[in-house]
């Protein structure tokens, strides 16, 4: 009788072998031979699911982010206003292993998507679609009177300021710790509320 493969499974965990192995030996070391040792699998079983490296790199990229805004989507569920902000802004920071991994591979991509068209335009709509979220979620709180301000502006500073503390974050971790981050996000929502 003939093996069932279920293809989807396996390809969500060649995925996930993907961006280990870029966060943790960025871009270079995502070779397929070391996407091959990560997986056990052969490099032509890779070829099988992907076309090719740069199909494997933007299906990682998607797989990431579809992952977070999975995470999302069930921890913003019963949360509104600040209080939902507040929790949206922090699960993008580096708090803990999963999310440094997570941080490191963003930050990785980013200096691809300069020159691959595909990574930066998966880039340019995660980071519309983040954007938008942060918005709606400042306007809810301050139509509810948790906050003294809103709109888009304002959610591009929160959202640069959440960048430059994930990158602060992982390039200098003996500088910043998980306090150190949340306490900055904290503050910088106590200034909006003021």
């Known amino acids: 009788m003939p093996k069932i493969v279920d293809h989807d499974a396996r390809r969500r ?26 997986t056990g699998w052969s490099t032509g079983a890779l070829a099988h699911y992907f076309s090719g490296k740069a199909d494997i790199l933007a299906s ?11 995470r999302w989507a069930a921890d913003l569920a019963d949360l509104h206003g600040v209080a939902a902000l ?12 999963p999310r440094r991994v997570e941080t490191r591979l963003e930050m990785v991509f980013w200096s691809q998507a300069l020159s691959d068209p595909r990574l930066r335009e998966i880039q340019r709509t995660e980071s519309r679609d983040l954007r938008d979220r942060v918005t709606r979620l400042l306007e809810e709180a301050h139509a509810a009177g948790e906050l003294a301000v809103a709109g888009e502006p304002i959610a591009e500073r929160l959202l640069a300021f959440v960048d430059g503390l994930s990158a602060h974050a992982v390039l200098y971790p003996d500088r910043l710790s998980a306090e150190d981050l949340t306490a900055a996000v904290d503050e910088e929502l106590a200034r909006l509320r003021r």
């Open 13 to 38: 965990e060649l995925l996930d072998a993907v961006v280990r192995v870029i966060a943790q030996d960025g871009m270079e070391g995502a070779t397929t031979r070391a996407l091959a040792r990560e």
């Open 60 to 70: 990682a990229l998607e797989f990431s982010h579809d992952r977070i805004k999975a």
């Open 86 to 97: 507040r929790h949206l802004l922090l699960d993008n920071l580096p708090l803990d292993e």
